[in-house]
């Protein structure tokens, strides 16, 4: 169910795993440039500016080392200046040799060399993995020097020089760079990354680079990233209710892609998971009730029932009631559904009832798709209430693509309204995909609206985007994709 995009940690570790063994495996003894701590041979690798510095305190350069690879040999940075080892990796064509000396480079970058280091480099690295590595680059100079960073990287957005293909607000890109940047630079410095960011004035772009500040500040300062992202919807809310109170319907909309605040709290949950699942649960339950506690008992709760389900059922069971828990208990159910749809509903069913009909949406959809019949026999079972309405609407959404007609015929069974006619109107569009002529047979007697059936004949793919009825729209900082 999860999307993410952000700042590549799965590269990064690769990149400094390469970097700690390469390290490791060096000899016992050590190059006289090492001892001597040649500054200008080292590429000012313990330089008070260098991202080794920050790192470490101080770093001692490793000595020259031999390991097995498709080249022979990999030596460790001993004795080279950063031109060197930019020009090892730009001509190596063994993968694992090039991200070691990959590592090394970022181990060598200081405030003075990076600019040099960013023009050697740019427009060199291609593809996927290259953009990667310029991510890498960008967030390692926001650590030693911000301000600098930025202005490469606002400077490469402009002209649309770096990550070609790889989009973002202001240039091909550029986006990703500035995020990189500002994830680095919140960790050392908060509030120059900060003041800088609120003087973008693209509220698109800003919207965007909040996600990298949100992202490095969630690790080094998780209480400052919390207070900072309540003061975003806190701020969103307002403007939005003056909106609409001014008659600005477009501005007071919400966005199609879900409320990018809910995403970047997510951002900081993903982090406090990585603590701990208890550390994830307790900083969950101190957030204040709304929008960003329903994201983060999502989050939680997906990375809880996989880890330890009973546990999961039980602390999300103690909130269910609760409209912030809603989320999380359809969590819960649809990963009980993937094992056994028929635990799943015995759970849902054990849940208070406002609770029930998300944990009945989510579970029926699972069980329609492992076995439709057997669902559908469930169904019949159910008394008339509102978790069976939730319980046959998804199943009708999920039944559509194959047996349309059937869907159809229990979505006419919702009590619901509202309920009744989304449902149908959903089916309706996957029949007329599917079987146009079956469906324009239909659709007189269908019960709808005819209006709504006109549009349907119209334009029968309308209304199935990629953003499903929980919010969790697409976009950066691992928000959910749609169905």
Do not use: C
């Amino acid at each position: 169910m999860k999307n993410s995009i952000l700042i590549h940690a799965t590269w990064l570790v690769i990149a400094i795993g390469s970097f700690a063994a390469g390290w490791k495996i060096q000899s016992g003894s050590e190059d006289k440039a090492g001892k001597d701590g040649n500054a200008e041979s080292q590429g000012n690798i313990t330089g008070s500016h260098s991202l080794s510095a920050i790192g470490k305190g101080t770093a001692k350069a490793p000595t020259k080392s031999q390991g097995t690879g498709r080249t022979g040999s990999i030596n460790t940075a001993a004795g080279k200046s950063a031109s060197q080892l930019i020009d090892e990796f730009l001509n190596s064509n063994d993968p694992l040799e090039q991200n070691f000396l990959f590592a090394q480079m970022l181990m060598s970058l200081t405030a003075d060399n990076a600019p040099a280091m960013f023009e050697s480099l740019k427009g060199k690295l291609r593809g996927r993995d290259g953009g990667r590595q310029m991510t890498l680059f960008f967030q390692a100079w926001g650590k030693i020097d911000g301000a600098a960073a930025i202005a490469a990287a606002t400077t490469g957005n402009e002209e649309g020089e770096e990550g070609r293909g790889r989009g973002g607000p202001g240039g091909p890109g550029g986006g990703f760079n500035v995020m990189s940047v500002l994830a680095g630079w919140v960790s050392t410095d908060t509030d120059a990354a900060m003041q800088w960011l609120s003087s973008v004035e693209d509220e698109r772009a800003k919207g965007f680079y909040t996600y990298g500040l949100v992202s490095g500040l969630a690790k080094t300062d998780a209480a400052a990233a919390t207070d900072y992202v309540i003061e975003l919807a806190g701020a969103r809310e307002a403007a939005r209710a003056a909106a609409a109170a001014a008659g600005e319907e477009g501005e007071a909309r919400r966005s199609p892609y879900g409320d990018p605040t809910q995403r970047y709290i997510n951002q900081i949950a993903d982090e406090q998971i990585k603590k701990g699942i208890g550390s994830a649960v307790a900083w969950a339950n101190d957030l204040p009730d709304g929008d960003l506690k329903s994201a983060a008992f999502d989050q939680v709760a997906e990375s809880y029932v996989r880890s330890d389900v009973e546990a999961a059922k039980e602390w999300v069971a103690q909130y269910a009631d609760e409209d912030y828990a809603r989320r999380a208990v359809g969590e819960v159910a649809e990963q009980l559904a993937r094992e056994d749809p028929q635990s799943a509903i015995d759970w849902a069913s054990s849940l208070p009832e406002n609770a029930q009909g998300s944990a009945y949406s989510e579970a029926m959809e699972r069980w329609t798709q492992k076995d439709a019949k057997a669902a559908s026999e469930y169904l019949a079972t159910m008394e008339p209430s509102d978790a069976r309405d939730s319980a046959v609407s998804s199943f009708a959404r999920e039944l559509d693509r194959e047996d349309p007609q059937s869907a159809a015929t229990w979505a006419a069974t919702i009590a619901d309204e509202g309920t009744r006619t989304e449902t149908l109107t959903q089916v309706a569009r996957s029949w007329m995909r599917s079987d146009a002529d079956g469906a324009k047979a239909w659709l007189p007697e269908s019960g709808l609206p005819e209006d709504t059936q006109t549009q349907i004949m119209e334009n029968p793919g309308r209304g199935r985007g990629g953003f499903d009825f929980r919010g969790r729209g697409g976009g950066p900082g691992g928000g959910r994709g749609g169905r």
